[in-house]
């Protein structure tokens, strides 16, 4: 399943990432199914009050105030975003997991800076505790409304198919029986 952003939103992100370098930075990432529509950057409470950067902390005002946001934009929080700042291929470590596990968030995403040489970024949905890599789409915002238009013609032509096969079993069943 690919996970569709829009160009704008995707470079906030990594634009955030990039302005919080040394230091981790993340934020929420908001919308349905597979399609983010928001996103809520956060402040990294362990570097802010510890000094930390090689690990991200969320305030639990920042996390209230992400729902809220999605929640009165009719959105779901979907999952989170960071960075690792040193790493060159974006994986996540078994505190990422664990962390977007308690959360219930699905979709991780991580940008990996590589000492601002290179941006790469990852994009992966969580399927219990295990990380499940996807393919990131990023589109135009003018493009959103033909790929929401294209998803749910595809999504009325599978609930067709669907429907036919079951007339075409209950046909089977009607004639057998009177044959």
Known sequence: ???????????????????????????????????ILGIFPVPNFAFLYFKEKKQFGIGDQDNLRANQFFAEHKMQVMGFYHSHPSANFPQPSPHDISAQ?????KIMMIISLAEL??????????????????????????DINKYLLERDVERAKQQYLSEMKKLDARVEEILRKNL
């Not at 596990?101 to 968030?105: G, H, I, Y």
């Not at 990380?131 to 135009?140: D, F, M, R, S, T």
């Open 117 to 142: 040489k290179e941006t790469r970024v990852a994009t992966y949905l969580l399927a219990g505790q295990v990380p499940i890599e996807q393919n990131l789409k990023v589109i135009q915002e003018e």
């Open 101 to 105: 596990s308690l959360r219930s968030l």
């Open 1 to 35: 399943m690919d996970i569709i952003i829009t160009r704008r939103h995707f470079g906030t992100i990594v634009n955030h990432c990039r302005d919080y370098y040394p230091a981790e930075a993340g934020g929420f990432l908001g919308g349905a199914e597979n399609l």
